[in-house]
């Protein structure tokens, strides 16, 4: 069935290091590929979002790839912070009936 | 501006008792959603509103779970019965029109539910 998964469920960088966050995905039909950033006893943050006919789009310290050939996402963080740390997921999205589909989350901590 | 606002934020229960959750959107919004998370996964979608309308309530468990968004502005969830495997944190998020192409949902703290 459809489903978007991630690679890793921990990652541990150092302070300054960037991060990169991969996420794989099933379902080629999605508008949209979405990040979001989910600390501890809060709701989801809405990081960046990439259309299906992109490859790359970049926000302020963050980078999104995607890879359609092999249905691959990825986030990548630079100079990473400890304000960085959280659970991180990608989502993919339907314009057409709307849906977001969240995989299970990767845990990133970072140490000072 | 407030963000989405949720209440209670903790809810301590006994199986088989009834439970309401209540969220009120960002100002605009029409659509609305509804999530449940259980402890380290993703939220999992329970419905979708479109204004009044429920549009998506595919993964809702209808023998126990019931929504309503009666003025197309705030919602609220309700289980009843509660049982054990109900025990996870109820989100609600807020977007604009996602046919736009507006994919950022603003989502609340949530509710955290234990039902013993």
């Known amino acids: 069935g459809e489903s978007v998964g991630l690679h890793l469920p921990t990652l541990s960088v150092q302070e300054g290091d960037n991060s990169i966050i991969n996420c794989a995905y099933s379902?080629?039909?999605?508008?949209?590929f979405i990040w979001y950033k989910q600390e501890s006893g809060k709701g989801p943050q809405f990081i960046i979002d990439?259309?299906?006919?992109?490859d790359k789009r970049q926000g302020q310290r963050v980078t999104v790839l995607l890879n359609k050939t092999v249905k691959h996402l990825s986030l990548q963080i630079a100079a990473t912070q400890p304000g960085d740390s959280a659970v991180y997921f990608c989502?993919?999205?339907?314009?057409?009936?709307?849906?977001?589909?969240f995989g299970a989350g990767t845990r990133l901590f970072v140490k000072a | 501006e407030a963000g989405v606002v949720q209440s209670p934020r903790y809810k301590i229960i006994e199986k088989k008792q009834p439970v309401a959750f209540w969220c009120n959107p960002i100002?605009?919004?029409?659509?609305l959603y509804w999530y449940r998370q259980n402890l380290g996964q993703g939220p999992e979608l329970l419905i979708r509103?479109?204004?009044?309308?429920?549009?998506?309530d595919s993964q809702l468990p209808k023998d126990r779970f019931s929504a309503e968004r009666l003025k197309g502005v705030d919602s609220t969830l309700k289980i009843q019965p509660a049982e054990l495997g109900d025990s996870a944190v109820y989100l609600c998020?807020?977007?604009?029109?996602?046919?736009?192409?507006?994919?950022?949902?603003?989502f609340g703290q949530g509710t955290r539910l234990t039902v013993v």
């Open positions: 379902n080629s039909a999605s508008d949209y």
């Open positions: 990439i259309r299906s006919n992109m």
């Open positions: 989502a993919e999205a339907y314009t057409g009936g709307f849906k977001t589909i």
């Open positions: 100002s605009g919004h029409n659509t």
């Open positions: 998020a807020s977007s604009l029109d996602v046919g736009a192409g507006n994919t950022e949902a603003f």
């Open positions: 509103y479109e204004n009044e309308e429920a549009v998506d």
